[in-house]
C-alpha cells in the first residue's frame, strides 16, 4: 500500500472513530432527545416542575444497551415451568423464606388481619421478587425508565408514564431521583414496586409516617398487602389446585387466559377433573405446565389471577403460589 493511500486510510478509520464517539456522546443521556423534550414540556406544564430541574435529571439519565437486553427476554418468556421454578422453589430462597415469616411475624399477622392476604403469600412474593430484600436490583431506577421511555417503542407509552410517575414520587418523598435503585423495569424496594405502584399501594405500616418500602421491610409488607387487597384478593379462598387430565381433555382450553372466566363445570365438561374440593360457582382458568415429570394440569382461581397482576404471567404466579406453600 502506498503512503498516500496508507495517510487516506488513517484519516478515514479517525473520523470514523470521531463519528462513533460523537454518536456515543449525543445518545449517552436525554437531554436532547426529542421524546424527551416533550416529557420535560409535560412535566413543567401538567405537574408545575422546573425545566432546568428536569433536564438536569435527563442529562443524567444514560441509555443502557444492558436494560433493553434485559426487557427483551424476560424469564416467564422464554423458559417452561420446569426451568422457571428451579430459579425460585430453590433450598436456600425457602430456608430464607421461613425466616422471614418467623423474624416478621408479628406485621405479617397484622397485614394478614387487615388486608385478609396470607402471610406466606406476602412474604413469597418479597422471596419472588427480591430474595426477601436481598436482591433489590442493581440498575439506578433513572436509567431504567428513561432507557425504556425512549428508547425502547414496544412500551414507550408505559415507561414514559412510569417516569412521570417516578418524578413525582422522589418529589413527594424527598429522594433524590438519580440514587434510587432498582431493577431493568425500574421496580424499587423489598416488594419490587414500579412508581405508579408505589405512590397508589405503599403504605405505612410501622406507624412512623413514611411509606418507605425500599428500606422498611414492615412497610414493604403492609404494601403487598394493600396491593393484593385492592386487586380483589378473596380471603380463606383457593389460589390455585392441581387437576387430572387424559387424551380426550380438550387442550385448547388450556394457557387461554389469565382471567378466570370458564365454570368449573365448563372445565369438567371439557377433561379438566378439579383434585381438590372447590365452590362448584367459582370461575376458573385451566393451565398445562411442562414439569419435570411431564404435563402439568392446574385450575386457577380469582386468588391466582390477582397474583398475575404483579406480573402478567401464570409462571411467575405458579412460583409465589408454590413458594409461599413452601415456607408454610
Known sequence: MGKKMRKKTVVKIAISAMVL???????????????????????????GFDKAYVN???????????????????????????????????????????????????????????????????AAIIGVETRYGHHKGKHRVLDALATLAFDYPPRSTFFTSE?????????????????????????????????????????DFDGDDVADIINNPIDAIGSVANYFNKHGWRAGEAVTVTARINDKTNRELANQALKP????????????????NVA????????????????????????????????????????VFQLSESIK
Open 163 to 203: 417516569l412521570e410517575q417516578y418524578l413525582l414520587l422522589v418529589k413527594e418523598q424527598g429522594f433524590k431521583a438519580e440514587e434510587l435503585m432498582g431493577s431493568y423495569a425500574g421496580a424499587m424496594g423489598f416488594g419490587q414496586f414500579i412508581s405508579s405502584s408505589y405512590r397508589h399501594y405503599a403504605v
Open 56 to 122: 438536569d435529571l435527563l442529562s443524567k439519565a444514560e441509555r443502557k444497551q444492558s436494560i433493553l437486553d434485559a426487557i427483551s427476554r424476560p424469564a416467564e418468556k422464554v423458559l417452561t415451568w420446569k426451568d422457571y421454578r428451579k430459579i425460585f422453589l430453590d433450598e436456600s430462597r425457602i430456608a430464607q423464606g421461613r425466616e422471614f415469616l418467623q423474624e416478621y411475624k408479628v406485621p405479617l399477622a397484622r397485614a394478614e388481619q387487615q388486608f385478609g392476604v396470607p402471610a406466606n403469600i406476602i
Open 21 to 47: 464517539c460523537l454518536s456515543a456522546s449525543l445518545q449517552a443521556n436525554y437531554k436532547n432527545h426529542e421524546q424527551a423534550q416533550v416529557f420535560v414540556q409535560r412535566m413543567v406544564s401538567e405537574h
Open 261 to 276: 372466566t370458564l365454570s368449573l363445570q365448563d372445565l369438567a365438561t371439557g377433561g379438566y377433573q378439579a383434585d381438590f
Open 280 to 319: 362448584a360457582n367459582s370461575l376458573a382458568t385451566a393451565m398445562i405446565l411442562q414439569g419435570e415429570q411431564g404435563d402439568e394440569a392446574w385450575i386457577g382461581f380469582k386468588n391466582f389471577y390477582v397474583i398475575t397482576r404483579y406480573n402478567h404471567s401464570a409462571l411467575y404466579a405458579m412460583a
